[in-house]
T-cell receptor, first 110, second 116 residues
């Protein structure tokens, strides 16, 4: 069993839709949770990170963590074509090596 | 925010050539740098972890003599693919960690390596 399982996708949504991206993890020792966005032929870009259960909002993006069920989500409101990318969740026990999900490719159609 | 610079962005070379990729942290000191490999439509595969001034720690199945890693300063790590062959063609990405608090890893823009 992988330490981090990410909904595989791909996802295709119309512009303006709300997008939900999800991951589950197996080890309760993971305390830090990140979401990265990766455009084609580029390195991953850190979108959000959090270390507590609950919601963290940044503009159109909301990261949600439920430690009791070991479930993390990223919500994108009012999705735009420029949001089309692969989204990677990542977990960590401390500020060291992260464990990544396999990524979900999102396409937002105009 | 934290910036990691990776060079070159694209390399095309003949089989048997050795290729060096540089990873620099531009505005922070990186006690730890990570090297990943990524195949098309797949996730990141960690190859090795390098700590400044010490030998790199390689993941299982990664040949340390094939992929030489040097982390000689707090702002620079290099990956050398020695005697590269077509099967080494891939997207190589580095990331850096300041080792302070919970600051997560920041990634370079990757190097696309094509061995003919």
């Amino acid at each position: 069993q992988k330490e981090v399982e990410q909904d595989p996708g791909p996802l295709s949504v119309p512009e303006g839709a709300i997008v939900s991206l999800n991951c589950t993890y197996s080890n309760s020792a993971f305390q830090y949770f990140m979401w990265y966005r990766q455009y084609s032929r580029k390195g991953p870009e850190l979108l959000m990170y959090t270390y507590s259960s609950g919601n963290k909002e940044d503009g159109r993006f909301t990261a949600q963590v439920d430690k009791s069920s070991k479930y993390i989500s990223l919500f994108i409101r009012d999705s735009q074509p420029s949001d089309s990318a692969t989204y990677l969740c990542a977990v960590n026990t401390n500020a060291g090596k992260s464990t990544f999900g396999d990524g979900t490719t999102l396409t937002v159609k105009p | 925010g934290a910036v990691v610079s990776q060079h070159p962005s694209r390399v095309i070379c003949k089989s048997g050539t050795s290729v060096k990729i540089e990873c620099r942290s531009l505005d922070f000191q990186a006690t730890t740098m990570f090297w990943y490999r990524q195949f098309p439509k797949q996730s990141l595969m960690l190859m090795a972890t390098s700590n400044e001034g010490s030998k790199a720690t390689y993941e299982q199945g990664v040949e340390k003599d094939k992929f030489l890693i040097n982390h000689a300063s707090l702002t620079l790590s290099t990956l050398t693919v020695t005697s590269a062959h077509p099967e080494d063609s891939s997207f190589y990405i580095c990331s850096a960690d300041s080792g302070q608090g919970i600051e997560p890893q920041h990634f370079g823009d990757g190097t696309r390596l094509s061995i003919l």
